[in-house]
C-alpha cells in the first residue's frame, strides 16, 4: 500500500501543477480550451487528491507516523510541490524496502 501512497503523492502533485497551468497559462490565451480541460483536470485533481488523504489516515498507523509528521503529509498536499517533498523525504527509502 506505501507504493501505490507514493504513486499517489507524485500523480496528485502533477495533477495540482497541471491544473495550476490551465488556470494560470491556459486561461489568459485561450479561455474556452480552459474552459474544456476545466472539468476533467479539476476531476482527476480531486479524485488523486481524496486518494492521497484516505491513503494517508490508512497509512499513519502502520508507518507509526507521529502527529508532526502526519499533520506535514496532510498540509503537503494543499502546498504546489509539497506532495513531491513527501515523497523524497518520507516515502523514498521505505517503498524500496
Do not use: C
Not at 504513486?7 to 497559462?25: D, R
Not at 474556452?32 to 479524485?47: F, I, Q, W
Request: hydrophobic share 55%.
Amino acid at each position: 500500500m506505501l507504493k501505490i501512497f507514493k504513486v499517489t503523492a507524485i500523480l496528485e502533485g502533477i495533477s495540482y501543477l497541471v491544473l495550476f497551468a490551465n488556470m494560470l497559462i491556459i486561461k489568459t490565451n485561450n479561455p474556452e480550451l480552459y474552459h474544456t480541460l476545466l472539468r476533467p483536470l479539476g476531476m482527476t485533481h480531486g479524485v488523486l487528491f481524496i486518494g492521497y488523504i484516505v491513503l494517508a489516515f490508512l497509512l499513519k498507523k502502520s508507518q507509526n507516523w507521529d502527529l508532526k509528521t502526519f499533520a506535514i503529509i496532510l498540509i503537503a498536499s494543499l502546498i504546489p510541490f509539497g506532495t513531491f517533498y513527501v515523497e523524497k523525504k518520507y516515502l523514498e527509502n521505505k517503498a524500496n524496502a
